[in-house]
Nanobody, 126 residues
Framework: QVQLVESGGGLVQAGDSLRLSCAVS????????MGWFRQAPGKEREAVAA????????YYADSVKGRFTVSRENDRNTIYLQMNSLKPEDTARYYC???????????????????WGQGTQVTVSS
């Protein structure tokens, strides 16, 4: 069992940057694949970025490639999502998710994840 707490969201203007953090606590000795998802009002939850436990296998949605970067800092048990060149269409609630997995692959399907944070709101004004 792990607990995930996101932070770093806020209200920014188009073109600005934000860095979201996801603090992982609990059974952090296990290996977890991690993902960042977002959900805008009236839309389905979608994968933004994901990584395998070794951080070698990475996934980015086409809409964020070249702008967002996912990373992991193991000694702090923290996952980050660096978001640059933000657009109004990036406005959503962003969620961190974890899946216990010994495989090195990422998972881009929300149903694959066992643990979720409460989310942090990102609002980008034009």
């Amino acid at each position: 069992q792990v607990q995930l707490v996101e932070s770093g969201g806020g209200l920014v203007q188009a073109g600005d940057s934000l860095r979201l953090s996801c603090a992982v606590s609990g059974r952090t000795s296990n290996r977890y694949a991690m993902g960042w998802f977002r959900q805008a009002p009236g839309k389905e939850r979608e994968a933004v970025a994901a990584m395998g436990w070794s951080s070698v296998s990475l996934y980015y949605a086409d809409s964020v490639k070249g702008r967002f970067t996912v990373s992991r800092e193991n000694d702090r048990n923290t996952i980050y999502l660096q978001m640059n060149s933000l657009k109004p269409e990036d406005t959503a609630r962003y969620y961190c998710a974890a899946k216990e997995s010994l495989l090195g692959r990422y998972y881009s399907e929300s149903g694959a994840y066992e643990f979720w944070g409460q989310g942090t709101q990102v609002t980008v004004s034009s």
